[in-house]
């Protein structure tokens, strides 16, 4: 896959689940992915019981500002999962959000905050991690941990990380610390 940078709105998301679901996962059932910027890193007893699950990284990323075009790169750019599958009806459902910053260029009063901007490798290397935990939580399948769902798995040294300017750090779930033991 090339390297290049598309917005995670697009569809690159979805053709790169899409193309993993068929080559990963030796099983039949369905499986969809859609963006929500609401989902947070909990889970209501009721959604639980229903058989969601939550599986959360931080990445690297790229942003370019809407308005004033600033660009600028994190290292902790968090991504939440909730994922199901449904075994009556063999669907899988993947709501996925990846968390924003507002550019600390024009700082947009913190009311305008830009959408990250991955790699394809680095949105396969994600999905990837995402389909481990899929086949250890949904098919009960050994699950080898490699760090890929760890946090703040791996290092990249950037500008220190500016809380006010983090959508995450907003709503009190953003990595703070360069290490994490899970």
Known sequence: MSSGYRSS???VWI?????????????TDKWSLNFNYKITDTLSREKKKEGWKISSRHVYASFCCS????????ARVLVIFHYRLRE???????????FRQVCDACKSNGEHYEIPRFSEDKVEEILL???????????????HDDGIDSGCSKVYRTKPHKSSLCEACK???????????D
């Open 9 to 11: 709105t697009g569809n």
């Open 15 to 27: 053709d790169i689940f899409s193309e993993l679901i068929d080559e990963e996962l030796d099983y």
């Open 67 to 74: 308005k004033c075009h600033h660009q600028w790169n994190s």
């Open 88 to 98: 009556k009806t063999e669907r899988g459902h993947v709501i996925m959000r990846p």
């Open 129 to 143: 991690g995402l389909l481990s935990k899929i086949k250890k939580n949904c098919y009960r399948e050994d699950y």
């Open 171 to 181: 709503d009190g779930i953003c990595c703070k610390d360069d290490y994490k033991d």
